[in-house]
């Protein structure tokens, strides 16, 4: 029980220092490298709570995806951050305002927030039969109620493939691609001519 | 899942196998494979209307109540299948003429009927989004499909922020619903509000926030604005395909989300519709009157008729969705004829979209200017053409459901609607040509304007054809 609430408070308080170093970092880069820190803490903190297909698809998804994609583009794009940032001491009173009112209105929410009796019991199992793990759990849902469900998601990502290759594919022309097929069929006398030139006349 | 569940959900397995055949056919076809494509596509939405007639079999739910048929179901599916067809069916020559034939045309409007259709089959909250999502990924695409002109471009990528950002207001009103009632089943929303004294403040902010985003997706002032700019930037035919299909999937579910789960709170949401349906009559009416490109002026025009839909919405009763379904069948005939119409107008080979080069159509082609001056009649809304009637059973459920100040405004709004509807036919038949408009008109848009042309004048002889198929569909809107 100890280890798990200190290994709690280890990934919680990465998981915010990590989330803090991604906003105030100066070098883009370190701050995407941050985002991943964050990611990996928070998939710990799924585990923990015993939802470990969330914590893989976290990992596989945002870190191995969405991180590796924001890298290249914070790379491939030469924005210049320096810049965005000028003027940050200058907003900062208005967007503290607004921020501090949005916080006393959340507190206000929050204060009158009750939950359901039972929601805490709901929250705690995380497999509804219990005996088998929770991927599994969500394996037989999406395979069998859900299949519906299912099957239109993959056409939605096919749409999405079909889409971004009619936008953005283009055959180009006039480019030399090296044809083997075509160079090794060729004969002599496509290649060569032979002609008799007479003297002092040029082709 | 069982075998009774894939077949009620047959017409809908059958085009999403189609869309994938079509894109194997489009891959490994010789030649340019556009035409053979968009052939086959509307084959396989007759098949598939064929196929959902052929399994109905009264109201059916299927993936433990997913997913929805019944005869409201029905009626609109085909509704949609016939506008993507028709649709697809006049856009074959411009998109050969404009060189944006490429396959992928046809295989978008494969999957985004498709996803249409699962918006209207939607029996719960999830299956909607996911239909939803499907039919709008493809819209985006499809607007955006003349790439290489920045308009396109530029609609394209308009209609995708704002839609998604329509897409995150739904899910946000979704997840408040959920929360309160604790399921996003249809049946189940509608058994946890039936019996309840009022409803708790999180879950009207939750619907309101459906309806805000459902009335982005069917354009209804306040969330228009990206109507007339994605109607003039795209290419025609999608402008088109964008003015009936998507908008009567849109009407429908619009209509099942706020009938079926939400049955019961009509008092929480009668006001909102009736609010935009006002401001969408009003801005469809005299917005227009300023416009000069004809697409555009067709964007505020759908926008007008979106309000005159949504009255028949805001009545809450079986007349008043029953007056909704005819409207939206007349409206889908009177859109595809003018869109055909607009989609033959061309001067020296080059599509032109000003509203003056129409001037002296009834000279240079007068069957066209005829036709044309129908769908505009019609589109007025003059007796005894079909549009007439459309207006007048929407009016009639107001009145019936006491919403008088509703419908004289709607009455008002139409006949300032009616100024620029009737401003295009003295243009053609009051003043003189500047430049001929091109001749002759493709064999296929003979048809879809005869067509159509025929159902809007003959509506009048024969109105049992829609108005029987429609209350039975509103009765089984009603009674499940």
Known sequence: MIIETIAFYLFAFITIASAVMVISSKNPVHSVLFLILAFFNSAGLFILMGAEFLAMILIVVYVGAVAVLFLFVVMMLDVNFAELRAGFLQYLPIGGLIGLILLIELIFILSAWVLAPEAETVARAPVPGGDISNTDALGRLIYTDYAYLFQAAGLILLVAMIGAIVLTLRERVGVRKQKIADQIARKREEAVAVRKVGTGEGI | ?480
């Open chain 2, 1 to 480: 899942m069982t075998s009774t569940d894939l077949i009620v959900a047959l017409p809908e397995i059958f085009l999403a196998v189609m869309g994938m055949a079509l894109l194997m056919v489009g891959v490994f076809a010789r030649g340019n494979p556009s035409r053979l494509v968009n052939y086959l596509a509307v084959i396989s939405f007759a098949i598939a209307g064929i196929l959902a007639v052929a399994t109905f079999d009264g109201s059916q739910s299927a993936f433990g109540g997913l997913f929805r048929v019944d005869s409201f179901g029905l009626f609109m599916k085909l509704l949609v299948l016939l506008g993507s067809a028709l649709t697809l069916i006049v856009s074959q020559d411009f998109i050969e003429r404009e060189q944006m034939a490429r396959f992928e045309y046809g295989v978008l409007f494969v999957f985004a009927t498709l996803g249409m259709m699962m918006m209207i089959s939607a029996g719960d909250l999830i299956s909607l989004y996911l239909g939803l999502e499907l039919q709008s990924l493809c819209l985006y695409v499809i607007a955006a499909f003349r790439r290489d002109t920045a308009r396109s471009s530029e609609a394209g990528l308009k209609y995708f922020v704002l839609g998604a950002l329509s897409s995150g207001l739904f899910l946000y009103g979704a997840s408040m619903v959920y929360g309160f009632a604790g399921t996003t089943s249809f049946a189940g929303l509608a058994t946890e509000f039936a019996g309840e004294g009022g409803p708790a403040v999180g879950l009207i902010v939750g619907i309101v926030f459906i309806a805000a985003a459902l009335a982005f997706k069917v354009s209804a002032v306040p969330f228009h604005m990206w109507t007339p700019d994605v109607y003039e930037g795209a290419p025609t035919p999608v402008t088109a395909f964008f003015a009936v299909a998507p908008k009567i999937a849109a009407i429908a579910l619009f209509t099942r989300v706020l009938i079926e789960p939400f049955g019961d709170l009509v008092a929480q949401w009668q006001q909102i519709i009736v609010v935009t349906s006002i401001l969408s009559m009003a801005l469809g009416a005299f917005a227009a009157l300023v416009q000069t490109n004809i697409k555009r002026l067709m964007a505020y025009s759908s926008i007008g008729h979106v309000g005159y839909a949504l009255v028949g919405l805001a009545a809450g009763s079986q007349d008043g969705v029953r007056g909704l379904i005819v409207y939206m069948s007349i409206y889908l005939a009177m859109n595809v004829g003018t869109f055909a119409c607009i989609l033959c107008m061309r001067v020296n080979g080059r599509a032109v979209e000003g509203i003056r080069d129409l001037a002296g159509l009834s000279k240079t082609n007068p069957m066209m200017a005829l036709v044309l001056a129908i769908f505009m009649f019609s589109m007025a809304g003059i007796p005894p053409l079909a549009g007439f009637f459309g207006k007048l059973f929407v009016f009639q459920a107001a009145l019936e459901a006491e919403l008088y100040t509703l419908a004289v405004i709607g009455v008002l709004t139409s006949v300032v609607a009616a100024f620029y509807y009737l401003r295009i036919i003295k243009l053609m038949y009051f003043d003189d040509p500047v430049e001929k408009l091109d001749r002759p008109i493709g064999r296929d848009m003979v048809v879809v304007l005869g067509a159509t042309g025929l159902f809007t004048t003959l509506f009048f002889v024969f109105p049992a054809l829609i108005l029987d198929p429609a209350a039975q569909a509103a009765r089984s809107l009603f009674a499940g």
